[in-house]
């Protein structure tokens, strides 16, 4: 069981807004997962490198020429507020 | 059952010659979305209208021209996570509702290229997250072979798309065998080809690194096809590898090693399930090859690790998510802060703010070595596991699934059950390594699929075999 403290920590740092009522269910649900892959722990990992890439075999840089991208009408066009070729978010500085 | 009871090839050389055309094609898929998509709910978007234009086009084409498109007239349906412009694409989430990509994924522009029809968007578990196609905002999928059963996630409804006949070939992705695992249940093909084959650009991320688009369709010959259509350079996708897939003629498997994993026949497959793998075991000696068991020490502990590295991903993946750019905003917020949660709050569904929030944990400051770190280095162990067992075999045979796809609403409770339904397809993701699901046998009337794994680039001789077993 994941106590209701750590629930509304993770919950700010995802930027999520968790109701009251849904916590219990989210302690138990992340309790029952978190208690699962503490297994992990039985396994000697003792100088094991981390796996950090999988196709390490070729450089990925492509040729330096410049190409379309998107335009800036297409870039906007899902945004659910733009103002004057911008997207709007509500005000940061009072 | 499959469209028009013949090969994708064949189809495509009626096609070309002229004895069909797309656009009777294009109308017998739809005729069939129209009949069976109320009830199993395969496809969140049809586009009639853009696949009728398109087969006009196609019909329009020259001889030559037509001669060079190797899926000529073909329909197919898109798994609604890969982008496709001017169509929506939604992953399956609220969030993303109405949303409609200004570009195609590489993928897409190769199948367009290719002469095929995008007839519609198939439905998902949201942000492929799921295993049984009960997570997606468009509602469940049913298995057509079984309408109260699952079909299996998270490409639920590209497989039932093809196992219901609606289309010929569908293109799902594959994080944890999400591709595999609905073939199986849907019984047809799906193939999760090596990690950097196919490129990613235009898949909506959900765990980068493990995270592969594939084809599912009736045959074994008809996923080589789409494969050798969607295999290739990008340089849109870092970690596409520039390599392509040759779709040649079938190779014999005589002397081939098919190697058995000793941890996969253990504890926890039904008997009957077993009983299908061991069927497809003699077929495979009788063509000459040679069983051999391995071992595979460290797969006991794919599920966990997968948990770790797919919900850090994800955690990190969706925060674009934001209602900034594209998708749901909430209204009435206060900050923009408060905008971000509350859109967040209302546009995810349950288990993706489940994973996301688990995937925050575990890279959280305090918890980062224990949790990721340390997955990240059983994955490493994992990796070495099938690196060593193919010292000793050329390919691995094993089940998709312990059992035939279950009933809905069955697994729903209990977040573990669900996630071990994926314990023998989860650690070819792991590894980067290629998987193939073909049609096994049947339990009490649902199918059952058989997996083969290869190493890294291996999949011609994975086809070899898995025709073979077809």
Not at chain 1, 19 to 47: C, F, S
Not at chain 2, 198 to 224: F, K
Not at chain 2, 347 to 366: A, D, N, P
């Amino acid at each position: 069981m994941v106590d209701v403290k750590t629930v509304n920590t993770i919950a700010n740092l995802s930027r999520l807004e968790i109701a009251d009522e849904n916590k219990p269910y989210l302690q138990e649900q992340l309790g029952k997962i978190l208690i699962y892959v503490e297994q992990l722990r039985e396994v000697d990992t003792t100088g094991v490198l981390p796996t950090a890439f999988l196709v390490p075999e070729h450089d990925s840089l492509r040729d330096d020429i410049a190409v379309d991208s998107l335009t800036i009408d297409d870039a906007l066009s899902n945004g659910p507020l733009v103002t004057k070729g911008h997207f709007a978010i509500p005000k940061v500085i009072g | 059952m499959s469209f028009f009871d013949t090969s994708v090839a064949e189809i495509v050389k009626a096609v070309q010659s002229g004895t069909v055309t797309a656009a009777e094609l294009v109308e017998k898929s739809l005729a069939a979305i129209a009949e069976k998509n109320e009830e199993i709910n395969a496809f969140i978007t049809v586009c009639s209208d853009e696949a009728r234009a398109r087969a006009k086009e196609i019909d329009a084409l020259s001889a030559e021209q037509k001669s060079t498109m190797v899926l000529c007239g073909i329909p197919i349906a898109v798994k609604d996570n890969i982008s496709t412009k001017g169509i929506q694409t939604t992953s399956g989430s609220k969030i993303l509702k109405g949303y409609t990509p200004p570009y195609d994924a590489d993928s897409v522009e190769r199948i367009i290229a290719a002469g095929a029809i995008i007839v519609g968007k198939t439905n998902l578990d949201e942000f492929a997250m799921g295993s049984s196609n009960e997570n997606s905002a468009y509602g469940i999928v049913r298995n057509p072979r079984n309408t109260n059963a699952v079909p299996g996630g998270s490409s639920g409804g590209s497989a039932a798309a093809v196992a219901a006949d609606m289309v010929p070939l569908a293109l799902g992705s594959d994080t944890g065998g999400s591709i595999r695992q609905p073939a199986s249940h849907c019984g047809i093909v799906g193939i999760k080809p090596t990690y950097g084959m196919v490129s990613r650009y235009g898949l909506i991320a959900y765990a980068s690194s493990l995270d592969q688009i594939g084809p599912m369709g009736n045959s074994v010959e008809d996923c080589a096809l789409l494969l050798s259509v969607i295999a290739g350079d990008d340089r849109r996708d870092s970690t596409n590898a520039r390599k392509t897939y040759s779709n040649d003629a079938f190779s014999s498997v005589k002397g081939k090693k098919i190697g058995l994993p000793a941890e996969y026949f253990g504890e926890g497959l039904t008997d009957e399930v077993r009983a299908i793998i061991d069927e497809k075991k003699a077929k495979l000696v009788e063509a000459g090859a040679e069983l051999v068991t391995v071992h595979l020490p460290h797969v006991s502990h794919a599920i966990a690790t997968y948990y770790v590295i797919a919900t850090a991903e994800a955690s990190s993946n969706l925060s674009r998510f934001d209602g900034v750019k594209f998708g749901h905003r909430a209204e009435g917020t206060t900050s923009l802060i408060d905008m971000y949660k509350k859109t967040r709050a209302e546009g995810f569904g349950e288990e993706v703010k489940k994973r996301i929030m688990l995937g925050t944990y575990v890279l959280s400051s305090g918890y980062y070595d224990a949790y990721y770190l340390k997955a990240a280095q059983v994955r490493t162990l994992i990796t070495q596991d099938f690196e060593n067992a193919f010292k000793e075999c050329n390919l691995i045979l094993s089940p998709v699934t312990p059992a035939p796809a279950f009933m809905i609403g069955e697994k729903t409770s209990d977040p573990i059950q669900m996630y071990l339904t994926d314990i023998y397809t989860v650690s070819a993701n792991l590894a980067g390594i290629p998987g193939i699901s073909v049609p096994a046998g049947e339990v009490n009337g649902l199918p059952v699929g058989a997996q083969l794994m290869a190493p890294k680039w291996g999949e011609k001789g994975m086809l070899d075999a898995a025709k073979i077993i077809s």
